[in-house]
């Protein structure tokens, strides 16, 4: 795994008394074992890897409490687990990235939530939404809506999403309902304090087993006719009961404004109804219009929910009653909430203006300046008197000094997505990719989810399609039928394992499909940081390992017996730094005789994870005097014509450009910079594509042996007599 | 400082740098000061070297003096409200700008001065990269104040990650009133954070005096003192062939000189045609081959400036590798024209065939004994050259050149300069000089009669990529007949079954 959590993993052993001081996600992991959960699992992905990555890392502290932590193949196998809760007292935990996690979990949710639970069940999702979002822009709000399932959305300050997970447990058993807790990118990543409760030990644990099953009852199965059934309690008891436990135990906050029409103190005629987890941003728009200060304390009244599903009808009635006109903050589209919120007051019969979608912006992420925006134009209706003149100019000094920039830069700033990493394995596929289809015409490239979706971008350019986590093979089974050449599949091995092997592989060879697919075997889930799958090199064999430089993942066959087990007969390996080799391995696919499902499984191991290797060995060896050879590539600038190539066909990092040193040359020359790990591809590259002979691989040895010096020696020597200066 | 509202701090940077632990410390460091703080970030794929973003909150106030009262803080920095401007990279420095996020009222603005290009900077055949100076410009005028200094210089020398030496550099900021902390506050949070002390320390002292001296100062742009490039061209061609060939060089030169001339009497452009026409000039005379390349990668020089970018210590011992892929144009290149004609014609007749082009592969460790003299031999077949195919098609194609800058030197200064700046577009070798020539013809043939505009277009354009389809677009533009396709030979898979 990239990072270690020694230290978070220390922080969750606090008890009473302490004061917890980190990352926002950390702190939920931290207030799920103060709620005495029993079992976590999930599939990682930014923003919530931390929450089972610290999990794994914490296993002894896990099985001293009896908790019990799994790492699922996929999130559909995630909120499968929860099942244990529909008969069991045992409260779970299970987290995704969403939207994209909740699509694959969709099935397992509705047949969770039908019958419904015992034991509180929580979902805790990443709203991978607005600024640093890398999956497509929905709401997870509609799965909370169309399965009965309760949404949290937090106000993102510690203390409160320590409560609210807390609380989300409580409310979860009180309504037998499982509840989705969801958190934005930047909530995720707060970096914030609060004050600790004592972990609490589940009463029915790995430590505490249970000596018989549940006893059979039908009506607790997602099968008619208990369906019928279970759908009817879903209105009839089960969200009465949860909005019952919302008021009771003041789940959404409810801050006063100071502004009073009249004379009664706090009357305001006007409201803001907010998500919980906009909340803050809320608050510094309204400093904008020096509507509230520091502290939160706003001169406008305020309905905070920490709750966005179910709404309480009484309680929105309660906050618009007597008031002229409500604006509703929410982030994203449709406007779900809005919509309940307006019906609900017309059958209740209160004709408050209801505002939202009408003055905010329909998509997008929700910052500061969006929602001061909408302020203006609500508050110019609704409240002539309040002062709006020092927002609108900062609006408008904002808007004046994008313009003025970009006039200054006279051109567009070049845009800086992510790239493979410096001596990635899968950088120099996609270069023989390149030139394979430089021979044999360019093909079409279904992509996928993963570190190798970075190939979209330059150098390469290549994707046509990105349908889903492991779904690249299934992708393109509508267009290799329609094509003259053969459609080619990317997909790495997290995805393969996702679920890539089914959708893909099986469907693949069952309709004898012609199809090429191409795996990174890189030995982790690399773009979730580098987790452990079924096909990572074990720890011994990375502990043995001779030479830590080298890839270890070809120590692993699980993914190559999968496919010769399922029934693919076409099946390559070819380690991924052999640019030729690859080359010609993917013209033999695309042009060979051979039909049905062509596999090439590219083997190199993550990078990241050799450096985390390699780092410490390298050290230790110099440490101790001895030997070592460190690479590094090279380019000679003389000898460099300027023309680049090279770099249009790698894109590493620490091959880049610099001021040619010779006064003739205007144009800049390739220079390898430092960070340069030596994998070896700028000379792969120089001669698969037969590059300017520029590059050069040096090896400096240090700590060499005496024959080694002696011999140096005498080269240096007789070289010395025919060089020239 | 302004007691009631947050301190806003903004650091941008690229992935691996270490912002995270550069946000972590200030938190600390506000913590340890008994102030309330927050951060927050978007790494997205942080270690992926994309550009990440965090943001901290300090409240001005300490806890104690809030008496309970608990701060709301954003989770996101808020255009034209940010106090502080840390940029590890001088382009992320202005996105955040033209993002509005810099205030010149508020905003102190502390950036690294160096660039780390973007791949799509690095892609361009010519010089894609975006102007520094113009970078430095909007950077100063955009901010209240502004310190810029080579950040990863200083990490370099202090042998340790950016984000010691921007937390120094943020210390130095601080003392100039943006934070309530002073230099030992940072120190004790880099002491306690008790991995790699002593070099975060090292980097930390050095940020903190260059962003000193760095304030308010804006960096002096460097200015370049113009060599006698006639002269250096004229070295260069000797050291390539001979004396005679040297003398050729000067011959070719005065050609230019004398059309120039005409061309501009008065002098009023300063000889830029003959400084640059010299300039291309040289570089074309003295173009790659086998020989040269050979000659270079022998010399005492290149090993010691090998050695050197490889950090390589005394008593270290290097070997290096040289790459080479030798093919059928360069060994035809130093055959006699007509037998390297046939050769070249019948390697084209080999590829249209769709065979691969042949060539060979070769690691030749330039450090051992035969390597060494292997490169020395070809170095010494500099008398072949002279005789050889590439030299008289070189040789043509540059006569043919003089002329046309001859010609247009009669009517109009400026086409005369724009097709003699041309020659820039004549580099590399094999395949990219092939595809070089061929745009080089390709303008000479349709565009000489045309203006300079149109010219200097036209070649921009070869510059900005090479599939060749900016080129083509600008002749288009200009009027130009459209380039023969080229053929490629292009296999069909044969299907198999009635399934596909």
Redesign the interface.
Known sequence: M?VSFSKEVQQLRQGKGETF?GEGILAITKALLQSGVAYVGGYQG?PVSHLLDVMVQAEDYMAELGVHVEACSNEASAAAMLGASIHYPLRGAVTWKSVVGTNVAADALSNLASPGVTGGALIIVGEDYG??A?VIQERTHAFAMKSSLLLLDPR??LPNMVRMVEQGFALSEACNTPAILQL????C?????FECADNRSPAMSRKALRDEPATFDYEKLAHPPATFRQEKLKNEQRLPAARRFILEQGLNELFSGTRSVGSSVGSSDIGLIVQGGL???L??AL??FNLA????AAELPMLVLNVTYPLVPEQIADFCRGKRAVLVVEEGQPEYLEHEIMATLRRQDVNTAIHGKDLLQMAGEY???VIAQGLVKFLARHAADLPLAGAQN?LA???A??R???E????P??????????GCPERPVFSALKLAQ????PVHVAADIG?HS?AT???FGFGHTILGYGMSLASRAGV??ML???ALAVMGDGGFWHNGLLTGVESALF????AVLLIMKNGYTS?TGTQDIISTPDDEIKATAENKHQSLVDRNHTIENTLRGIGVEWLRTVPSYQVDTMRRTLEEA???????LKVIIAEGECQ?ERQRRVKPWLAGLLKAGKRVV?V?Y?V?D??C?????C??LS?C?T???KDSDD??????VATVI?GCVGCGL??EN??AA????S????????N?GLG??LL?AA?RG??GL???? | MNMNQPITILIAGLGGEGGGVLAEWLVELAIRGGHPAQATSIPGVAQRTGATTYYVEIHPQSLAALGGRVPVMSLAPVPGCVDLMVASELLEAVRAIQNGFVSPERTALLTSSQRTLTTFEKLAPGDGRFDSERLLQVAGSNSRQLAAFDVGAATREAGTVPSAVLCGAIAAVAASGVLPFDRAAFEDVIRASKRGVAASLRGFALGFERCRAALGTAPAPAVAVEPDLIALGHARVVEFQDAAYGELYRQRVERLRAAERRADPQGQHGGALTREGARFLALWMAFDDVVRVADLKSRTGRFDRVRREAGAQTGEIMRIADHFKPGVTEFAGLLPEALGQGLLAWESRRRRDGKPSLAMPLKLRADSISGFLALRLLASLRWLRRRGQRYAEEQALIERWLVVVETAAANSWETAFELALCARLIKGYGATNERAKENFRHIMNCLVSTDAGTIRRAREAALTDDSGSALDAAMAQAGAPARAVKAIPVRWMKRTGHRT
């Open positions: 990239e001081h930014a600024e640093g890398s993102p300050q934005r990118v930047r909530a990543h707060v970096r914030g304090s909340h803050n941003t608050v510094r400093q904008q200060d520091a502290f939160g910052t500061v300046e900062w000094a904002n808007a000094r994008r003025a920039v970009v200054q830069l006279a051109a700033l070049p845009p800086r997505p992510p790239q493979f990493c410096t430089q021979n044999v015409g570190c970075f971008f330059e150098p290799s039928p003259k050449r053969r309709n004898k499909d012609d773009a695309f042009t060979t005789e051979t039909g049905g990241l460190k590094k090279g000679d003389d000898v014509s300027g023309d680049h190539s770099i249009r894109g990092p091959l880049t450009l006064p003739l040359k205007v144009d800049p430092e700028c000379g120089a001669h037969t590059l300017c002979p590059f050069y691989r040096v090896e400096i040895v240090q060499p080694e010096r140096a080269r007789v070289i025919f060089q020239k200066p």
